[in-house]
């Protein structure tokens, strides 16, 4: 094998998108990979070459993502793919720490990630840092206590969604840690509303009020005269109570619906609190979802606030770019951080610092995994306090 890495160039994506095809196990036609370039900067793609043979690839889209009392610009890793016949020879290894090495050269704080595989991530410093879950709701017997106003929600065309909906995602961004914004590209792309994108499932329908929306889909069970067909929720935007209740006002009343189903609820969502059977909102299963790669420790510490106040030295063991211990000062109000040589009060690997940035898992229960230790625990227990969101983590935008 001679294997090289370099940046892609637009004319490498026929390849790269069969490389991807063949390792995702799904054909990708001419017209999903031209839609797909409308979101592409080939200059943010690094491939791996066997001789001319394109083997691997990887490549990210730019982001801007809420954090605790602020946003952090962060690239969202995305299209990493070796093919099926040059597997397990270190060419994501290859790819990974290249990548890794320019966002450091090019003053990257931290990169993101959603990852195929579990198991793959947290050896290149990735830090599982927000969950997603399955939510399967029983649309007979979920009731809301209190029946609310449904008079605000309209159901619009995709046309009228396409204008409507960014503002309001761009107001439930702000309150969401994790949020990842949406350049109008991107809106263009998702409004596209591919049938190959559909699951099996019906085009999309909106519903919309002034301060949230539900984008879903439907697959129709006649089952043989007693209806029972699907609501999936495709994308949940809600910045109001008043909106949230509204339109599952209108989900519930969905006749000849059986069940609604989501990726999409955070585990803090309010709906529970709203039914007579708080039990009726039904976890069926949850995983990892946003992973963060802290690369610039101190600029990342000082992009967000901190719940409390806190001052801790903190030491980030980093097999990549060396350890390093960062004095934080942080508070409500903001943080500062810097490189310090004073002995640590807290002490991490870098994949660790990476799932507790957003909030979403709690260093107290890293702590108690060995992933974190203090030789004073009030320290930890204060870093964790200071750590955590006002709201679950929830990175919204599939990539
Ligand atoms: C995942 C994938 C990119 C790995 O590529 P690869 O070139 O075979 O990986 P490498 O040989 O560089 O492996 C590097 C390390 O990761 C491990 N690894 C690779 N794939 C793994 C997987 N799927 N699960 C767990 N560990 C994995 C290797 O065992 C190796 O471990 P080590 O650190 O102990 O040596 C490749 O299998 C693939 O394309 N899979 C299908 C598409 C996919 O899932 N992409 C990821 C999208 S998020």
Redesign the pocket.
């Known amino acids: 094998m001679d294997l090289t890495i370099r940046t892609a160039s637009t004319e490498d994506f026929p390849e790269i998108s069969a ?2 095809s063949a ?3 799904e054909h990708f036609s001419d017209e999903e990979l031209s839609d797909a370039l409308t979101l592409i900067d080939p200059a943010r793609f690094l491939v ?1 070459v066997d001789g001319e043979r394109i083997v ?1 690839v990887t490549g990210d889209y730019p982001f801007t993502m809420t954090v605790p009392g602020g946003t952090l610009d962060v690239p969202g ?8 016949t ?11 720490h290249r990548q890794l090495r320019n966002f450091a050269d090019a003053g990257v704080a931290a990169a993101i ?9 947290g ?1 290149f410093g990735y830090g599982a840092a927000s969950a997603t879950r399955k939510t399967v709701i029983d649309r007979h017997r979920a009731t809301l206590s209190a029946p609310t106003d449904t008079g605000m929600v309209e159901r619009v065309t995709g046309a009228r969604a396409r204008e409507l909906l960014p503002d309001i995602h761009r107001r439930w961004r702000a309150q969401t840690p994790g949020a990842l914004n949406r350049v109008e590209p991107w809106w263009d792309y998702l409004m596209l509303d591919r049938e190959a994108h559909r699951g099996g499932m019906s085009a999309l329908f909106h519903l919309v009020h002034a301060d949230g929306y539900i984008s879903y889909r439907v697959k129709t069970d006649w089952n043989d005269g007693h209806p029972k067909h699907l609501c999936w929720i495709a994308d949940y935007v809600t910045v109001t109570s008043e909106a949230h209740a509204a339109l599952w006002q209108v989900l519930l009343g969905l006749d000849l619906f059986g069940s609604i189903e989501s990726y999409r609820m955070p585990d803090d969502d309010p709906l529970p609190h709203l039914l007579t059977d708080a039990r009726q909102v039904r976890t069926t299963a949850i995983a990892d979802g946003l992973w963060v790669r802290p690369i610039d420790v101190a600029s990342m510490l000082a992009a967000r606030s901190y719940a409390v106040d806190v001052e801790a030295v903190i030491e980030v063991r980093d097999d990549l770019f060396g350890d390093g211990r960062y004095l934080l000062r942080g508070g409500p109000e903001g943080a500062t951080s810097e490189r310090t040589e004073r002995a640590p009060d807290i002490s991490l690997g870098v994949s660790a610092l990476g799932s507790v940035y957003l909030g979403g898992v709690r260093l107290e229960t890293l702590g108690r995994a060995g992933k974190a230790a203090a030789d004073d625990p009030a320290q930890l227990t204060r870093l964790d306090r200071a750590l955590l969101a006002d709201r679950t983590p929830v990175h919204g935008t599939g990539f």
């Open positions: 490389v991807d390792s995702f196990g791996a691997g890793v995305t299209w990493v793919s070796v093919d099926p040059y597997r397990r020879r270190g060419i994501l290894r290859e790819l990974m990630l959603t990852a195929s595989e579990g198991g793959i991530y050896r």
